[in-house]
Protein backbone atom coordinates (compact mmCIF):
# COMPACT_ATOMS: atom_id res chain seq x y z
CA UNK A 1 0.00 0.00 0.00
CA UNK A 2 1.10 3.63 -1.15
CA UNK A 3 -0.25 6.91 -1.07
CA UNK A 4 -0.78 9.43 -3.51
CA UNK A 5 -0.77 13.20 -2.79
CA UNK A 6 -3.92 14.52 -4.46
CA UNK A 7 -4.04 18.48 -3.88
CA UNK A 8 -0.62 20.74 -3.75
CA UNK A 9 -0.64 21.28 -0.16
CA UNK A 10 -0.74 18.06 1.30
CA UNK A 11 -3.75 18.03 2.92
CA UNK A 12 -5.46 14.99 0.64
CA UNK A 13 -4.12 11.48 -0.10
CA UNK A 14 -5.43 8.65 -1.55
CA UNK A 15 -4.79 4.72 -1.01
CA UNK A 16 -2.62 3.10 -3.79
CA UNK A 17 -3.28 -0.48 -3.08
CA UNK A 18 -1.13 -3.13 -4.08
CA UNK A 19 -1.24 -4.42 -7.68
CA UNK A 20 -3.58 -1.70 -8.63
CA UNK A 21 -2.75 0.58 -11.64
CA UNK A 22 -3.87 3.80 -10.08
CA UNK A 23 -5.29 5.03 -6.48
CA UNK A 24 -8.35 4.24 -5.34
CA UNK A 25 -10.06 8.17 -5.97
CA UNK A 26 -9.17 8.21 -9.35
CA UNK A 27 -10.11 4.79 -9.95
CA UNK A 28 -13.84 5.94 -8.29
CA UNK A 29 -13.88 8.57 -10.62
CA UNK A 30 -12.91 6.89 -14.24
CA UNK A 31 -15.04 3.77 -12.57
CA UNK A 32 -18.41 6.37 -11.43
CA UNK A 33 -17.85 8.17 -15.40
CA UNK A 34 -18.23 4.16 -17.42
CA UNK A 35 -22.10 4.26 -18.10
CA UNK A 36 -21.31 0.42 -18.94
CA UNK A 37 -20.30 -0.44 -15.40
CA UNK A 38 -22.94 2.27 -14.08
CA UNK A 39 -25.75 0.25 -16.09
CA UNK A 40 -24.32 -3.07 -14.61
CA UNK A 41 -23.96 -1.84 -11.26
CA UNK A 42 -27.60 -0.58 -11.29
CA UNK A 43 -29.56 -2.99 -12.85
CA UNK A 44 -27.57 -5.89 -9.94
CA UNK A 45 -28.76 -3.65 -7.40
CA UNK A 46 -32.11 -2.26 -9.12
CA UNK A 47 -34.21 -3.47 -6.09
CA UNK A 48 -32.16 -1.41 -3.40
CA UNK A 49 -32.23 2.04 -6.11
CA UNK A 50 -36.27 1.02 -6.16
CA UNK A 51 -36.92 0.42 -2.61
CA UNK A 52 -34.67 3.12 -0.97
CA UNK A 53 -34.47 6.08 -3.86
CA UNK A 54 -37.60 5.16 -5.05
CA UNK A 55 -35.89 5.17 -8.69
CA UNK A 56 -36.90 2.62 -11.21
CA UNK A 57 -35.40 4.23 -14.53
CA UNK A 58 -31.61 3.44 -14.55
CA UNK A 59 -30.89 5.32 -17.31
CA UNK A 60 -32.21 8.19 -14.56
CA UNK A 61 -29.37 6.88 -12.18
CA UNK A 62 -26.25 6.35 -14.85
CA UNK A 63 -27.23 10.92 -15.52
CA UNK A 64 -27.27 11.81 -11.67
CA UNK A 65 -24.58 9.25 -10.79
CA UNK A 66 -22.34 10.99 -13.59
CA UNK A 67 -23.66 14.33 -12.27
CA UNK A 68 -22.29 13.66 -8.82
CA UNK A 69 -19.62 12.55 -9.99
CA UNK A 70 -18.40 15.75 -11.72
CA UNK A 71 -18.92 17.65 -8.46
CA UNK A 72 -17.08 15.43 -6.55
CA UNK A 73 -14.20 15.67 -9.16
CA UNK A 74 -14.47 19.48 -8.75
CA UNK A 75 -14.66 19.07 -5.35
CA UNK A 76 -11.41 17.14 -4.65
CA UNK A 77 -9.23 17.60 -7.66
CA UNK A 78 -8.98 21.19 -7.24
CA UNK A 79 -9.45 22.28 -3.84
CA UNK A 80 -7.82 26.14 -3.10
CA UNK A 81 -5.43 26.58 -0.30
CA UNK A 82 -8.17 28.57 1.60
CA UNK A 83 -10.34 25.13 1.18
CA UNK A 84 -10.95 23.73 4.77
CA UNK A 85 -11.73 19.93 4.26
CA UNK A 86 -13.62 19.40 7.22
CA UNK A 87 -16.50 21.50 5.25
CA UNK A 88 -16.67 18.64 3.16
CA UNK A 89 -15.86 15.31 5.28
CA UNK A 90 -18.24 14.29 8.06
CA UNK A 91 -17.61 11.38 10.40
CA UNK A 92 -18.75 7.68 9.25
CA UNK A 93 -20.70 7.54 12.24
CA UNK A 94 -23.57 9.58 12.13
CA UNK A 95 -23.77 9.24 16.24
CA UNK A 96 -19.92 9.67 16.62
CA UNK A 97 -19.88 13.34 18.99
CA UNK A 98 -16.24 13.23 19.64
CA UNK A 99 -12.66 13.36 17.76
CA UNK A 100 -11.62 9.90 17.02
CA UNK A 101 -7.51 8.61 16.81
CA UNK A 102 -7.64 8.43 12.90
CA UNK A 103 -11.03 8.65 12.74
CA UNK A 104 -13.31 7.22 9.37
CA UNK A 105 -14.84 9.94 7.86
CA UNK A 106 -16.99 10.11 4.43
CA UNK A 107 -18.37 12.60 1.98
CA UNK A 108 -20.60 13.24 -0.64
CA UNK A 109 -21.77 15.80 -2.93
CA UNK A 110 -24.89 18.12 -2.11
CA UNK A 111 -27.81 17.50 -4.20
CA UNK A 112 -30.36 20.39 -4.96
CA UNK A 113 -33.43 18.30 -6.73
CA UNK A 114 -34.77 15.12 -6.41
CA UNK A 115 -32.99 13.00 -4.10
CA UNK A 116 -29.76 12.58 -1.98
CA UNK A 117 -26.26 11.98 -3.65
CA UNK A 118 -25.93 7.98 -3.33
CA UNK A 119 -21.77 8.52 -3.84
CA UNK A 120 -19.42 8.22 -1.16
CA UNK A 121 -15.80 8.51 -0.55
CA UNK A 122 -14.53 7.37 2.66
CA UNK A 123 -11.54 8.36 4.15
CA UNK A 124 -9.26 8.30 7.30
CA UNK A 125 -9.04 11.89 9.15
CA UNK A 126 -5.32 12.27 10.51
CA UNK A 127 -5.96 15.42 12.03
CA UNK A 128 -7.59 18.60 11.06
CA UNK A 129 -8.02 19.25 7.55
CA UNK A 130 -5.88 16.51 6.31
CA UNK A 131 -7.49 13.13 4.88
CA UNK A 132 -6.39 9.84 3.67
CA UNK A 133 -9.25 8.31 0.87
CA UNK A 134 -9.36 4.73 1.30
CA UNK A 135 -11.86 4.26 -1.12
CA UNK A 136 -15.59 4.81 -2.10
CA UNK A 137 -19.27 3.53 -3.06
CA UNK A 138 -22.57 3.42 -4.20
CA UNK A 139 -24.87 3.60 -0.85
CA UNK A 140 -28.19 2.81 -1.81
CA UNK A 141 -28.95 1.27 1.49
CA UNK A 142 -29.45 2.91 4.87
CA UNK A 143 -26.06 0.52 6.90
CA UNK A 144 -23.54 -0.19 5.09
CA UNK A 145 -23.33 -3.50 6.76
CA UNK A 146 -26.47 -4.16 4.74
CA UNK A 147 -25.05 -4.94 1.13
CA UNK A 148 -21.62 -6.64 0.79
CA UNK A 149 -19.46 -3.68 -1.94
CA UNK A 150 -20.07 -1.12 0.80
CA UNK A 151 -19.13 -3.65 3.72
CA UNK A 152 -15.89 -4.03 1.60
CA UNK A 153 -15.44 0.23 2.07
CA UNK A 154 -15.82 -0.70 5.77
CA UNK A 155 -12.91 -3.31 5.86
CA UNK A 156 -10.64 -1.07 3.69
CA UNK A 157 -11.15 1.55 6.33
CA UNK A 158 -10.38 -0.80 9.08
CA UNK A 159 -7.32 -2.04 6.99
CA UNK A 160 -5.74 1.65 5.96
CA UNK A 161 -6.52 2.18 9.72
CA UNK A 162 -4.48 -0.61 11.33
CA UNK A 163 -1.74 -0.63 8.74
CA UNK A 164 -1.51 3.29 10.02
CA UNK A 165 -1.15 2.61 13.39
CA UNK A 166 1.20 -0.63 13.04
CA UNK A 167 3.58 1.95 11.09
CA UNK A 168 3.18 4.55 14.33
CA UNK A 169 1.22 7.04 12.19
CA UNK A 170 -1.26 9.05 14.24
CA UNK A 171 -0.75 12.24 12.66
CA UNK A 172 -0.06 14.77 9.92
CA UNK A 173 3.95 14.69 11.17
CA UNK A 174 4.28 10.88 11.48
CA UNK A 175 2.41 10.71 7.99
CA UNK A 176 4.93 13.41 6.55
CA UNK A 177 8.34 11.43 8.07
CA UNK A 178 6.34 8.18 6.74
CA UNK A 179 5.70 9.06 2.90
CA UNK A 180 9.12 10.71 2.95
CA UNK A 181 11.24 7.71 3.78
CA UNK A 182 9.66 5.98 0.92
Known amino acids: MTFDQIDDYGRLWAVRYDNQEDN ?49 ENMFLDIPAEIDLDNFFRPLDNFRTSESLLGKEK ?43 TKEELRKMEIVRNYLLSENIIDNDSFTEFVNTL
Open 24 to 72: VLYTLFEQWNDVMWLHNFFKENQTDLNGFYKISNITTAIKDTINDCEKL
Open 107 to 149: ARPKRLKSHSSWLRIYAIKLEHGIYIITGGAIKLTFKMQDREH
